[in-house]
C-alpha cells in the first residue's frame, strides 16, 4: 500500500529471535520503524492508537531482553500490544486488526504463542503473571513472567491483592509499571535513568545481598529493624516504599523511550536474585506521532485517519448517540434534582459524564478501574438519600457482581445503573460485549430492569430512574447511533412493569426488549405480507415482566416468540417460566424464544453479527414460519 513507510531494519524482524540478534545501537532504528508501521496500520484499520505508541521501546526492550515466548510477556487490557503483534509473527496480517476474522484488538491466547494470556479488561495481568511464575517455581523452570500494566489500571485494587501475593514467585515475576499518566514519580530526565541503573546493577544489589545475608544471623526483632531501615533509606531516594512494603524490589523511574537504557536496566532486573521486581516505566501515550501527543483522548482509539494530517474519517452521525442521548437525559435530571449524583469507573468520555462533569463537577465521581469500589460508594450515597446514577459498560458491571448483590440488591438500595454498551460491540469483539447483565440482573430480588428501544425511550427511563426510589433500577442500552426519533419536549415517567403494544395483530405475537424491535418491525412487515396479521410489542421491563400483557399475547395468538440481544437466562427464560408458572404450557402454546447465541463471538462488522446470531427481521421470520409448520404444538427455543 502507498501508506506503508520504509522499514528496512523491521522488515528483518520475523520474531523476537531477530531482535535478539541485533546490536543494541540498532534497536533505536527499529524502534522508529515499528512505531510507523503501528501508524501505518492503525490508519487503515482504525483501533488503540496512542497507547500502543507509547510502549514501542519498552516492546523492543522486553522481547530483546527476555527469551519470549519461554519467558511470558503479559500485556494488561492488551490494547496497547499491537507492537508486540507485529514483531510477533503477525506483521502479515496486521492491517487485518478489529476485521471480521482479523486479529483481535487485544491479546489472545488462540492467536500466538506469544499472547499467554489473553485480555481486554483491566488490572489482571499482575494476577495472571503471577499464576505462570508460580507454575514455574513448582516445575523448576527458572523462566520469567512479565507483567506490563498501566498508572491507570494500578487504580483497581486486584493489581495489589496479587502484589500483597507475590513473594513466593521469587525473582520469577517481573512487573512493568508503564506510566503514562498519573506521574506516579516525576521524571527528572538522565538522572532518572542513572539512578534506575544503579539500584539495578550488581555494584548495587550484591552489598545489598550480603547485606541482607548478614542481618538474617541476626536475632528476630534486629532482623525486622534493620530491613525497614534499608527499605525505608532506599524509599526516600527512588521512591520505591510502597511497592517495596507489598513485597517488591522497586527499580525506577526509567525513561520508557530511551531503549538503551531500558535494555541495561532490563537486564539487570532479569539477573537478579531479590525477588519479585517492579520496574517504573515513564512513557507517553502517542509518543512520536504530532496528534496522538498533542490529542491523547482523541487518539486513545481512533477510526480510519490520514496519516499526514491525523484527520479522522468519522463518518457524519445520522442521530444522536445512546451515550450521548443518555447524558443529556442525566444532566436534565440533575438540573431538575440535587440529589442526583454520577459515578464512573475510569470512562467518563465513553459513559458520556464528561458531558455530566462540566456542568456538575462536585457531583460527579470517577472512581478508577475500580468498579466494585463504584458500586458499594453508590450504596453508600443511597443510604444517605442521595440518587447515584453508576454508568458502568455491561461488561465491566460484571466486575462488581458481588457488591450488586450484596451491598444493593440485598439492602433494597435505590442505586440507578446506567448500562452502557449492552449487546453486541461490533470490532471490540468478545470480551467488551454486553451479553449477560439481564441473566445477572433479573435473578435479583429487589431490582427493576429495563432496556430501551430508542433514544426517546432511554430519555423516559433515565426519567423514570431518578425518580425510582424503592429499590435498584437499571436500564441497558447499545453502542452506537439511535434511530433518528424526534425527541419529546419533556420526559414521562414509566409505569414500573409496564410494555407497550406498538402494533396490533391477532395471529402472530413479537414480544420485544431493547433495539432490536427495529427489526421487529420490519419482520411484522414481511410477516403482514405474508398474510400473517402480527402484533409487535416492546416489554419494555424484562423485570418485573409485564405479566398481564405477556398473558393476554400469549392466549389470543397461535405463535408468540421473544427477541432480545441478550444471551440465555433473559427475558425469554423469564417469559417460558411465567409460561409454565401460569399452566399456559398445557394450553398449547406455541413459544419461541430468540436471543444471543451461547458462544463468545468474535469481533467483525456490527451487521455480520447479528446475521451470525440470527436476530435480524428475516431469522424472527424464519423462527414464526417453523413454528406455524410445526406438527406437535408446545415450547421450544430457537433462534433462527
Known amino acids: 500500500m502507498s501508506n506503508r513507510p520504509q522499514t528496512p531494519l523491521l522488515d528483518q524482524v520475523a520474531t523476537p529471535e531477530d ?205 525486622k529493624t534493620a530491613k525497614r531501615v534499608e527499605e525505608y533509606a532506599r524509599g526516600l531516594v527512588t521512591g520505591g516504599t510502597l511497592f517495596d512494603e507489598l513485597g517488591f524490589y522497586y527499580v525506577g523511574p526509567v525513561d520508557g523511550h530511551d531503549v538503551q537504557a531500558l535494555v541495561e536496566v532490563l537486564e539487570n532486573v532479569r539477573d537478579a536474585d531479590l525477588g519479585p521486581m517492579l520496574i517504573h516505566v515513564v512513557t507517553q501515550k502517542g509518543k512520536g506521532y504530532a496528534p496522538a501527543e498533542d490529542s491523547a483522548d482523541k487518539y486513545h482509539g481512533v477510526v480510519k485517519f490520514d496519516v499526514v494530517s491525523g484527520k479522522q474519517a468519522k463518518a457524519e452521525a445520522k442521530a444522536p448517540s445512546y451515550t450521548g442521548v443518555f447524558a443529556d437525559a442525566l444532566i436534565a435530571e440533575a438540573e431538575r434534582d440535587e440529589k442526583v449524583v454520577a459515578i464512573t469507573a475510569a470512562m467518563p468520555s465513553g459513559t458520556g459524564l464528561d458531558k455530566f462533569e462540566k456542568r456538575f463537577p462536585e457531583r460527579t465521581f470517577d472512581v478508577g478501574i475500580a468498579e466494585q469500589h463504584g458500586v458499594t460508594f453508590a450504596a453508600g450515597l443511597a443510604a444517605q438519600g442521595y440518587r447515584p446514577f453508576v454508568a458502568i459498560y455491561s461488561t465491566f458491571l460484571q466486575r462488581a457482581y458481588d457488591q450488586v448483590v450484596h451491598d444493593v440488591a440485598i439492602q433494597n438500595l435505590p442505586v440507578r445503573f446506567a448500562m452502557d454498551r449492552a449487546g453486541l460491540v461490533g470490532a471490540d469483539g468478545a470480551t467488551h460485549a454486553g451479553s449477560f447483565d439481564l441473566a445477572y440482573l433479573c435473578t435479583l430480588p429487589n431490582f427493576v430492569v429495563m432496556a430501551a428501544a430508542d433514544e426517546v425511550e432511554l430519555t423516559h427511563m433515565v426519567h423514570t430512574m431518578a425518580l425510582h426510589d424503592s429499590g435498584p433500577i437499571a436500564v441497558r442500552y447499545p453502542r452506537g447511533e439511535g434511530r433518528g426519533l424526534p425527541m419529546p419536549a419533556a420526559p414521562e415517567r414509566l409505569e414500573i412493569g409496564k410494555g407497550r403494544v406498538v402494533r396490533d395483530g391477532k395471529k402472530v405475537a413479537i414480544l420485544s426488549l431493547g433495539t432490536r424491535l427495529e427489526e421487529a418491525e420490519k419482520a411484522a412487515d414481511q410477516l ?100 406455524l409448520r410445526s406438527n406437535s404444538a408446545g415450547v421450544g427455543e430457537a433462534r433462527a
Open 528 to 627: 403482514e405480507a405474508m398474510g400473517l396479521s402480527t402484533t409487535v410489542a416492546d416489554l419494555r421491563f424484562a423485570k418485573p415482566l409485564d405479566e398481564d400483557l405477556i398473558r393476554r399475547l400469549l392466549t389470543t395468538h397461535q405463535v408468540a416468540v421473544t427477541v432480545e440481544e441478550a444471551a440465555i437466562g433473559g427475558l425469554g427464560a423469564h417469559v417460558l417460566t411465567m409460561a409454565s408458572d401460569h399452566g399456559l404450557i398445557d394450553a398449547g402454546l406455541k413459544l419461541r424464544t430468540m436471543r444471543l447465541p451461547d458462544t463468545f463471538q468474535d469481533h467483525d462488522k456490527p451487521e455480520k453479527q447479528y446475521d451470525d446470531a440470527g436476530l435480524n427481521a428475516p431469522h424472527i421470520v424464519d423462527t414464526v414460519l417453523k413454528a
Open 19 to 223: 531482535i535478539r540478534k541485533l546490536g543494541k545501537e540498532q534497536l533505536p532504528q527499529l524502534s522508529d520503524e515499528l512505531r510507523q508501521e503501528v501508524i501505518s496500520a492503525v490508519s487503515v484499520t482504525g483501533g488503540h492508537l496512542g497507547a500502543g505508541l507509547g510502549v514501542v521501546e519498552l516492546t523492543v526492550a522486553l522481547h530483546y531482553v527476555f527469551d519470549t515466548p519461554h519467558d511470558k510477556l503479559i500485556w494488561d487490557v492488551g490494547h496497547q500490544a499491537y507492537p508486540h503483534k507485529i514483531v510477533t509473527g503477525r506483521r502479515d496480517r496486521i492491517r487485518t486488526l478489529r476485521q471480521g476474522g482479523g486479529l483481535s484488538g487485544f491479546t489472545k491466547r488462540s492467536e500466538s504463542e506469544y499472547d499467554p494470556f489473553g485480555a481486554a479488561h483491566s488490572s489482571t495481568s499482575i494476577s495472571a503473571a503471577l499464576g505462570f511464575a508460580i507454575a514455574n517455581k513448582l516445575s523448576g523452570d527458572p523462566h520469567h513472567a512479565i507483567a506490563v500494566i498501566g498508572d491507570g489500571a494500578m487504580t483497581a485494587g486486584m493489581a495489589y491483592e496479587a502484589m500483597n501475593n507475590a513473594e513466593a514467585a521469587g525473582n520469577r515475576l517481573v512487573v512493568i509499571l508503564n506510566d503514562n499518566d498519573m506521574s506516579i514519580a516525576p521524571p527528572v530526565g538522565s538522572l532518572r535513568n542513572a539512578l534506575a541503573r544503579m539500584v539495578s546493577s550488581d555494584k548495587y544489589l550484591t552489598p545489598r545481598k550480603l547485606a541482607q545475608k548478614v542481618v538474617r544471623r541476626f536475632p528476630a526483632s534486629v532482623q
